[in-house]
């Protein structure tokens, strides 16, 4: 089913629900405009719920960590190399 982003709280994600149950077949994709769940379930007569929550690890802040980590670790081998490079002009020749 398609749902439209502008009837949901940003930032949150489709859970499924049928029967009071948290379905285990489930997923969505989305684009700027909406989301596309789907489910699976037997052929019968259920009632279906579609909650929209926070998820626990919000995308933010993994792309927060992952961007501190990409900047973080070639700035140490720029200084390394900095450190290596001085000590190597430092050597005396005759030695």
């Not at 629900?17 to 684009?31: E, H, K, L, N, R």
Request: charged share 10%.
């Amino acid at each position: 089913m398609t749902i439209p982003k502008t009837v949901i709280l940003y930032g949150t994600i489709p859970v499924i629900f049928i029967d009071g149950q948290q379905v285990a077949s489930q997923d969505y994709t989305q684009d700027s405009n909406n989301f596309y769940v789907w489910y699976t379930t037997h052929f019968s007569t259920h009632q279906i719920t579609i909650q929209f929550i926070m998820p626990s690890t919000s995308q933010a802040s993994s792309l927060g960590a992952l961007l501190a980590v990409g900047i973080t670790v070639p700035e140490i081998i720029l200084l390394y190399t900095v450190i290596a490079v001085r000590r190597l002009k430092r050597k005396p020749e005759n030695a």
